[in-house]
């Protein structure tokens, strides 16, 4: 078999060319190019563009399409600090962003997209585009939407929202897996919103495909799928901080995780890291919620039973994935007078559990792990809970340290931790907790933010009496960066003495009367609220009986 001819191979490098240079001219035809150029804008329609119409006043420009058949692409580049789009059109188009820097100082969106269609939003390789409209004006966001936008293209894409959202979608966003950086870089409301549905058809929603999402700085919620929306997210990164009361993703129906990682900071009383009204579903991915403030919570499954919205919801499902919620406050009294504690997962209705990892950092003594109001399903999958009463943030410190530990009470190691919390202290300051992954020893970081030596104090806290415990280590703890003291197998002795004052059984410091009669209460199986037993077994013989008041009142008349 011989080889081609020089001139054959010839003919086929030019029918290649030719082919590509049709496809080039194909895809140059039917785009139309925005370019901003400082107090300016121009506007090229190619011949073959038909049904596109325009009006530029400095760099504010106006178009206009009127086809119901052929899908254009708009192109949008250059820069101005005093322009902006507006869109009106009756059939689906796409639009390019081949890297733009535009801000609308005059009033409104940066982007207006007045059509109810669907729209790809091309974030070209390579470019950087930023957006932010004025604080004035009548529209709802700096990037907005009629219709549903997807985006694609592995370029950035920065968004300010000086007067409400950042981004605004009537109807849904989806991010393609293509899809580059989405950078909120502040809203006076949400970062992202998407609305408006029906109660019978999910068609608005965001749905997370690939890509990252980062948003900060917002006053309003991170992520918000209104009216009946969903939010839907099955790989790619999110990334959500906000610092006041709001919720970092927040759904009128369904917030849904089957990939990708999520991480979520929200910070302020009645907060919340995830809402849906009807159920939250995790089944894949890695989530991690910080929430600190009052009364927060980390997962809500919220119940409506009235309203404009998703009725008789408050689910939370938990298939997969791993999840990880810390969450840190005390109760919250609202306006109404009604109060909220801080939960770390919150279940209106049902809670089910059958696979994945979750843990629960509960800190504070109004703290819960876990509330649920219907039925808890937890047959599968690893749950582990780490409560302490005490409240310390380990974002707030720049140095730590580590020691493995073990705990005594009274003389006898600990083995069963599920009710106990063990705090390291520098003065009054919470600055670690112990992590106990089993009965042989347990972690404990302490952190600071000074390099100099200090003592470090310990307490031991039980959550059956609500009584924390002076503890003593048995050697001098001196805090140093970076050090880790004793080993898994030669851990440091944390110990605590249990009994403390014999007959002060309601642990106020004193014995007197109040001790007799909850003693004698206690005997008759009355539900007492504060009963400490050690204190109550005088003698120590396992029970709590006639002879133990009786040497209570001696006490009392000594």
Not at 65 to 75: A, D, H, L, M
Not at 220 to 225: H, S
Not at 310 to 318: E, R
Not at 467 to 477: C, G, K, S, V
């Amino acid at each position: 078999m011989t080889s081609p001819t020089p001139l054959l191979h010839m003919k086929k490098i030019i029918v290649t060319l030719l082919i590509t240079l049709a496809c080039i001219s194909l895809h140059a035809q039917g785009t139309v190019k925005v370019i901003y150029n400082g107090n300016s804008a121009s506007v090229i329609v190619p011949d073959d563009v038909k049904g596109v119409t325009y009006t530029i006043s400095g760099a504010h420009v106006i178009l206009n399409s009127t086809t119901t058949t052929q899908e254009y692409t708009f192109s949008l580049s250059g820069a101005s600090d005093n322009g902006s789009l507006t869109f009106y059109g009756n059939y689906k188009f796409t639009m390019s962003f081949d890297g733009l820097l535009l801000t609308n100082a005059k009033g409104g969106a940066a982007i207006d997209v007045e059509c109810g269609k669907r729209i790809a939003v091309v974030l070209s390789d390579g470019t950087i585009n930023t957006l932010a409209d004025s604080p004035s004006g009548s529209q709802k966001a700096a990037l907005y939407f009629k219709g549903h936008p997807e985006f694609k293209g592995s370029g950035t894409l920065n968004v300010t929202g000086n007067l409400k959202h950042a981004i605004c979608a009537k109807e849904y966003i989806e991010l393609k897996k293509s899809t580059g950086a989405i950078n909120i870089l502040g809203a006076v409301s949400d970062g992202i919103h998407c609305g408006k549905g029906t109660p019978d058809w999910e068609n608005n929603y965001f749905l997370m495909e690939g890509g990252t999402v980062d948003i900060r700085q917002v006053q309003g919620d991170g992520i918000d799928a209104d009216d009946y929306g969903a939010i839907r997210i099955n790989d790619g990164a999110v990334s959500i901080t906000v610092e006041h009361t709001a919720t970092a993703l927040k759904a009128d129906s369904i917030v849904s995780i089957k990939g990708g990682v999520v991480n979520l900071s929200v910070a302020g009383d009645d907060s919340e890291g995830i809402r849906a009204r009807h159920t939250v579903d995790i089944s894949g991915g890695q989530t991690s919620i910080i929430v600190t403030g009052n009364g927060s919570t980390g997962i809500k499954g919220k119940r409506y039973t009235e309203g404009s919205t998703v009725l008789n919801g408050g689910y939370i499902n938990i298939n997969g994935g791993t999840t990880e919620v810390h969450v840190l406050g005390d109760a919250f009294e609202n306006e109404e007078g009604e109060s909220a504690l801080c939960t770390g997962i919150r279940a209106d209705a049902d809670l089910a559990m059958t696979d994945g990892d979750v843990e629960i950092l509960a800190m504070g003594q109004e703290t819960l792990p876990i509330l649920v109001t219907g039925n808890d399903y937890r047959q599968g999958g690893t749950l582990r809970i780490i409560r302490t009463p005490w409240h310390t943030n380990a974002f707030d410190y720049r140095y730590d340290m580590t020691l493995y530990v073990v705990v005594e009470a009274d003389g006898q190691l600990i083995d069963d931790y599920s009710s106990k919390a063990v705090g390291a202290f520098i003065g009054d300051e919470c600055v670690g907790y112990g992590v106990f992954e089993d009965n042989d020893y347990g972690i404990l970081r302490v952190r600071s933010n000074v390099t100099e030596p200090q003592e470090v104090a310990f307490k031991t806290y039980d959550y059956d009496i609500a009584f924390a415990f002076d503890a003593t280590a048995d050697r001098d703890i001196v805090f140093t960066p970076s050090a880790s003291i004793g080993t898994p197998s030669a851990p440091v002795v944390i110990g605590y003495t249990s009994r403390g004052l014999l007959g002060d059984v309601n642990l106020d410091g004193m014995v007197n009367i109040t001790d007799v009669t909850l003693m004698v209460e206690y005997i008759l199986n009355h539900s007492i609220d504060h009963f400490y037993f050690p204190n109550a077994d005088i003698d120590g013989s396992n029970t709590v009986n006639i002879t133990d008041v009786t040497r209570v009142i001696d006490i009392i008349l000594k």
